[in-house]
């Protein structure tokens, strides 16, 4: 059973300060993708991570990818009030579409002015 | 911006009734998803569905669950006899068969179950 572990769960921060949130998933995958939600709304499709070493990169946001070590990192960059909200990982596995996405339990944040 | 919609955005149902959510997908998008959402809870995959017939579906996807695609623009879920823990956000998402394989996900329909 694949299983998708995010951390930390929850996160608050200031302005301006940098963080990174992880996810961690436990069987090989090529494909690893990031969403963010905010309250009440639908998930919103950041960054997929294809390979090894992947990493991209969208305004104070930079998501990378080792898949030697079943890992992916979120950073944030001099985070700003409008980046508040919730962050998941989700991992694919067979490819060639109609995949389930298995999520981890998201990363709630919060970054205060 | 093609996106994904779905109908009704709230659903509130009597233990026992029977509901359809209804997915309008990205037109050209050929792979259709349900999720579901416990409210707080992770984002949880239901069912897949390609050619008219489902891909893969999940342990949760017992038999109170169907999906059926019933013209060339819809895509539903039907659940047979709600439970009270069948309340939750349904999501729909569709896909295109391309290098990245990203589901873009509908607004949803929270569901709620008395």
């Known amino acids: 059973e694949l299983k998708v572990e995010q951390n930390p769960l929850f996160l608050s921060m200031q302005e301006g300060k940098n963080y990174t949130i992880y996810c961690n998933y436990s069987?090989?995958?090529?494909?690893l993708y990031w969403y963010r939600q905010d309250p009440g709304k639908s998930l919103e499709s950041l960054f997929v991570?294809?390979?090894?070493?992947a990493v991209k990169q969208e305004g104070r946001l930079m998501a990378s990818l080792d898949t030697k070590a079943r890992l992916s990192t979120l950073h944030i960059t001099a985070a700003v009030h409008d980046l508040s909200a919730t962050y998941f990982c989700?991992?694919?596995?067979?490819?060639?579409?109609?995949?389930?996405?298995?999520f981890g339990k998201g990363t709630h944040l919060i970054i205060q002015p | 911006e093609p996106e994904v919609t779905q109908t009704p955005s709230h659903q509130v149902t009597q233990m026992g009734q029977e509901v359809i959510l209804r997915c309008v997908p990205i037109?050209?998008?050929?792979?259709f998803y349900w999720y579901r959402q416990i409210l707080g809870q992770k984002v949880e995959f239901l069912v897949s569905?390609?050619?008219?017939?489902?891909?893969?579906k999940s342990e949760i996807f017992d038999d109170q669950f169907s999906v059926e695609r019933p013209d060339g623009s819809n895509f539903t879920l039907k659940i047979r006899s709600t439970k009270l823990e069948d309340s939750a956000m349904y999501f729909c998402a569709s896909s295109v068969l391309d290098l990245t394989d990203t589901q873009y996900f509908g607004p949803g329909t929270r569901l709620t179950v008395l």
């Open positions: 569905f390609y050619n008219n017939e489902i891909s893969e």
């Open positions: 037109s050209n998008h050929l792979y």
């Open positions: 989700a991992v694919g596995l067979s490819g060639g579409g109609a995949d389930g996405l298995t």
């Open positions: 069987t090989t995958s090529d494909r």
């Open positions: 991570l294809l390979s090894n070493g």
